[in-house]
């Protein structure tokens, strides 16, 4: 996405722990073991570990209370497009509605 870097700020939301050890567990493709955060500093790390991953844009932490998780339907991932304060694009829920090249195609009609 980083061809959009003139047209869209990226980032990514993270929020609260989808599959946490000592909750919803699973083992496939899981090579983490993060327990449900009880504090933002234990959320503040997971985002770490994260970003560690070579993320191309910034990662936000969302707070305690997952207001942002909430405010978006985010659980367990989802992306927007914010335009002036307005949704502009809401895919679908993850992980099986997680639709990147959604994203691309809005992006690209949008910029011209």
């Known amino acids: 996405m980083s061809d959009f870097a003139a ?3 990226l ?3 993270y929020v609260a722990e989808a599959h946490p050890t000592d909750g919803w567990a699973t083992s496939v493709g899981m ?3 993060i327990r449900q955060h009880r504090c ?3 959320r503040l790390a997971a985002a770490e570990m994260l970003a560690l991953h070579d993320i191309p ?3 936000l932490v969302d707070t305690m209370d997952n207001a942002a998780a909430r405010a978006y339907a985010a659980m367990p ?3 927007y497009i914010v335009l002036d304060g307005v949704c502009v694009y809401k895919g679908w829920p993850g992980p099986f509605g997680y639709y ?3 994203v691309r195609d809005w992006l690209q009609k949008f910029s011209g």
């Open 7 to 9: 047209v869209a700020d």
């Open 11 to 13: 980032v990514v939301v």
């Open 31 to 33: 090579s983490m073991d």
């Open 40 to 42: 933002l500093e234990e």
């Open 57 to 59: 844009c910034p990662v």
């Open 77 to 79: 991932d989802r992306l």
């Open 100 to 102: 990147p090249e959604g």
